[in-house]
């Protein structure tokens, strides 16, 4: 494992303010991903598949709750390319 991923073991909410580069290495997803997470039914539910694998991928470990999301995180999944889907 890389040295800079430690610090984010172990979290359990997310961070209120995320980087470009956390959101590039955590929050953006392959277009495999994507397809995954577009098969959910509702909005609602996207979103929050979309944030429960940003989060293993960041901490290692499940999203038990949380009371706010980043402004950024509630907007579309974002794919491989970094833009924020259309």
Known sequence: MDHWRMAYLGIRQVPRELSEFELNTFFTFSRR???????????????????????????????????????????????ATGHAAA
């Not at 098969?39 to 290692?60: E, K, N, P, Q, W």
């Open 33 to 79: 991903e994507l397809a995954s997470i577009d098969s959910r039914r509702s909005d609602l539910y996207r979103l929050a598949m979309a944030l429960h694998v940003g989060f293993i991928r960041m901490t290692g470990r499940t999203l038990d709750s949380y009371k706010q999301i980043p402004t950024v995180l509630s907007s579309t999944p974002r794919p």
